[in-house]
T-cell receptor, first 112, second 117 residues
Framework: GDSVTQMEGPVTLSEEAFLTINCTYT??????LFWYVQYPGEGLQLLLK?????DKGSNKGFEATYRKETTSFHLEKGSVQVSDSAVYFC???????????FGKGTRLSVIA | GAVVSQHPSWVICKSGTSVKIECRSL??????MFWYRQFPKQSLMLMAT?????????EQGVEKDKFLINHASLTLSTLTVTSAHPEDSSFYIC?????????????FGQGTRLTVV
């Protein structure tokens, strides 16, 4: 079945450091890919998405490119802030009637 | 984006009592909603798929009689934790997607922190 593998954390970075969180997937068909962010004590928020190969999703300085040839969707940010501390989940889509397939999540801590 | 509202945000209850959690899609009709459970510092565990007008589909290992799901309308699904015990303490999250849309994102509620004492 479909699956998502993302790098395990926790990841601790200093403010203004470069961030990469790796995500690879296995899927049949042509899924959409997502990054969700979860701040402490909250639900998940969609951070960015890409719906087809070579698409780049971007939001709040974060970027990820849908690479079909490497089945990857790595999350990057050039300069992290303390407020970026959260758990990040990579996911791929089903249809409206099937749940997303999530990776295990990567906890990011950014220190000043 | 679409909005999914979950209520309450947190609840404390005594062992043996039941707790109901509501999940509402505010600006779209959701024929299907999903309920997840999240343990501290862990990923989401899918508990069940809630289908409007029919029985929920539970994942393996999830007790149907303990976690009652009702999806009586196109905008509301409820999860009732019956005869709650301390081990049921957890963070519960619901989600919904636009019905019939292919490869669509899911919209999540804010989550409910349940503490059973």
């Amino acid at each position: 079945g479909d699956s998502v593998t993302q790098m395990e954390g926790p990841v601790t970075l200093s403010e203004e450091a470069f961030l990469t969180i790796n995500c690879t997937y296995t899927a049949t068909g042509y899924p959409s890919l997502f990054w969700y962010v979860q701040y402490p004590g909250e639900g998940l928020q969609l951070l960015l998405k890409a719906t087809k190969a070579d698409d780049k999703g971007s939001n709040k300085g974060f970027e990820a490119t849908y690479r079909k040839e490497t089945t990857s969707f790595h999350l990057e940010k050039g300069s992290v802030q303390v407020s970026d501390s959260a758990v990040y989940f990579c996911a791929l889509s089903g249809t409206g009637n099937t749940p997303l397939v999530f990776g295990k999540g990567t906890r990011l801590s950014v220190i000043a | 984006g679409a909005v999914v509202s979950q209520h309450p945000s947190w609840v404390i209850c005594k062992s043996g009592t039941s707790v109901k959690i509501e999940c509402r899609s505010l600006d779209f009709q959701a024929t299907t909603m999903f309920w997840y459970r999240q343990f501290p510092k862990q990923s989401l565990m899918l508990m069940a798929t809630s289908n409007e007008g029919s029985k929920a589909t539970y994942e393996q290992g999830v007790e149907k009689d303990k976690f009652l799901i009702n999806h009586a309308s196109l905008t509301l699904s409820t999860l009732t934790v019956t005869s709650a015990h301390p081990e049921d303490s957890s963070f519960y999250i619901c989600s919904a997607s636009h019905p019939g849309a292919m490869n669509t994102e899911a919209f999540f509620g804010q989550g409910t922190r349940l503490t059973v004492v």
